[in-house]
């Protein structure tokens, strides 16, 4: 490495990690203000509290990374260039691509690392910090009530709501309990105020309501309505925990709690699903068309090939498995071995079962034994005529003239099978992209560091006096419309308006242009100094409009 390269590396390495460690404390502090008066009031221990801010960490250093890299890069090359140390490199020799060449390779290292940082770090944080919040909302559930709202304190059995509620010391004012778990009726229960508390071993909640009525209603008998007037109704609502089990896991893991390869199965089997419903799509079709113009059955298209493991894929799992232990091996072979197949048999023999049993009561249906009066007690095998006109309902044939006369309708399609069909298909289609916007965000908020290195260096350069607002008000500028862009894009990408990935890749094309035109610019300019404040920005921006609307 040459002592220009190390030099202007040196000049990027402070500004970088002082902007990062900045931007990452205010995220962070944003997040505490957030979620700290929902915890503090569970009686949680401050190492708990502390675990549940440091997994919001990941989630933010993904994002501050990128805008780090552009507040260094603006920063540095801006101060190089005030200070005419970039006038000096010109004169030297040195071009606008010399003084990016190290930069570039170091955006290049760090949006290596932001990747694998995003791809396997984030989605195991995010599980974990997903599970700690379940656990802990599931704890002291009377600090989790809301006023003028209806809470449900026993899953789909029991409901609350008051229009105050102290959760100090538990009282209540203005109370509507809605008790669904009769399985004759419903129930309920109007009070003026009242108080909650918990049992001695913290597993129950007491309710003691005043003044108020109960009203019950029968399903038995829908007309009528029991009702019951009382001054004090203490009910006991039992299993209500108060204890943190941290050992609940949530099994269900969405788009953000999965790695890219993780996410890649996913969208390789809904692209499958998408095409079998495709395909029995075309195979309804056919087989409509084949009893309609009386062509030979076709033979069934080929199976849809299985799914590859792709290299990148594949070189993790290597990996993984070398930092991972063994799983030792059981000396016998498991039984659940051979449970699909045998599953898949069994499937086989119920359905043929089935379909034997449906064409013999559709025989015994037409060939139902009548009695002829002629022959008396005599049961004789007389087939049924069907009640409907036994024509086909082809197009140009009638039974009033003289058309070709069929002994029933041509058997096709329902419209329920074709209709299940394409909503599969969508459903399948949509899942995929949703999951494939998922995977392009990781790419292109990785490979931002490296695009905001080719933008701030023109920037810098072309302004060179701008000071700390051009850093503060170009930087927030820049990324505003980036992380603008990516929510936008992620909107539409789910939506299937746009693909997955020109909705995640757009704002990173936009600014690599924009920055390769700007590089182009400042190398056909000669190093100075003179110029290039804010006044100059303000007047190059307003001219451009000027010029564009003239």
Known sequence: MRVLDRYLLKQLVPPLLFSFTALTSIMLLNQVAKKFGDLVGKGLPWSLIGEVFGLCLPFIIAMTLPMAVLVGVLYSFSHLAADNEVTAMRASGVSVGQMLAPVFLGGLLITAVNFVFTDQVLPRSNTRLRNLLISISRKKPTFELREQVINEIQPATLFLRASRIDPTNGRLKNVTLFDMGAQDGRRVVYADSGRMSLSGDATDLNLRLFSGSVHEFKTSKPTMTQLTYFQVNNIRVRDVSNKLDLGAQDNIRGDREMSTCEMMVVVEAADRDAEHSNRQRDILARKDLQVLLGLPARPEPNPIPPTRILGYCRWFQRIQALLSPRTAQAQSPAQAQDTVPRAAALIRQDSLRNAMFLRKA????????????????????????????????????????????????????????????????????????????????????????????????????????????????????????????????????????????????????????????????????????????????????????RRRSR
Request: hydrophobic fraction near 45%; glycine fraction near 12%; proline fraction near 7%.
């Open 362 to 545: 559709q025989y015994d249906s037409l060939h139902r034994p009548v009695k002829d009066p002629a022959r008396a007690g005599t049961p004789v095998a007389t087939p049924v005529r069907p009640a409907a006109n036994p024509v086909a309902k082809l197009p140009g044939l009638h039974p009033d003239t003289g058309g070709a006369r069929r002994s029933a309708q041509p058997q096709l399609s329902g419209w329920a099978e074709v209709s299940s069909a394409r909503e599969n298909s969508n459903s399948a289609a949509l899942r995929s992209d949703g999951y494939e916007v998922e995977i392009h965000k990781k790419w292109a908020i990785s490979v931002a560091c490296l695009v905001f290195v080719v933008v701030g260096i023109p920037m810098a350069l072309r302004f060179p006096r701008g000071g700390m607002g051009l850093v503060i008000g170009g930087a927030l500028a820049v990324f505003s419309i980036h992380y603008v862009g990516l929510i936008a894009g992620e909107a539409l990408g789910n939506k299937g308006i746009l693909s997955p990935a020109v909705s995640m890749w757009w704002p990173d094309a936009l600014f690599t242009i924009v920055g390769l035109v700007g590089l182009w610019r400042v190398s056909r300019e000669s190093g100075s100094t003179r110029g290039g404040d804010m006044a100059d920005l303000v007047d190059t921006f307003f001219g451009w409009f």
